[in-house]
Nanobody, 125 residues
Framework: QVQLVESGGGLVQAGGSLRLSCAASGRTFSGYAMGWFRQAPGKEREFVAALSWGGGSTYYADSVKGRFSISRDNAESTVYLQMNSLKPEDTAVYYC??????????????????WGQGTQVTVSS
């Protein structure tokens, strides 16, 4: 298993930007496809974005397309989520996840085996 630690969350006004980071350790980072999920109070955890092992393929939830961008630096064992044009409905705890499986693009939480502890993102109106 790979260990994941998220950072970069915080409070931002609507229309602002944040960049989340997820640092991985313990196993070869390039062997994992990566994803970001989020969970708002009282709601189920939902898919946000995912990225293939080499970073050449990405997949986004419709709600964040054109506003969020996922990327990775395999040399630094880190995956990023750049969030622009933030909206109050983006408020949630954001989780980083990793998988060695081939179904990283499905958006299902069950396809990811390793999870970080989460970082809070709050967008004020």
């Amino acid at each position: 298993q790979v260990q994941l630690v998220e950072s970069g969350g915080g409070l931002v006004q609507a229309g602002g930007s944040l960049r989340l980071s997820c640092a991985a350790s313990g196993r070869t980072f390039s062997g994992y496809a990566m994803g970001w999920f989020r969970q708002a109070p009282g709601k189920e955890r939902e898919f946000v974005a995912a990225l293939s092992w080499g970073g050449g393929s990405t997949y986004y939830a419709d709600s964040v397309k054109g506003r969020f961008s996922i990327s990775r630096d395999n040399a630094e064992s880190t995956v990023y989520l750049q969030m622009n044009s933030l909206k109050p409905e983006d408020t949630a705890v954001y989780y980083c996840a990793a998988t060695r499986g081939g179904y990283w693009y499905t958006g299902r939480t069950s396809d990811f085996s390793s999870w970080g502890q989460g970082t809070q993102v709050t967008v004020s109106s």
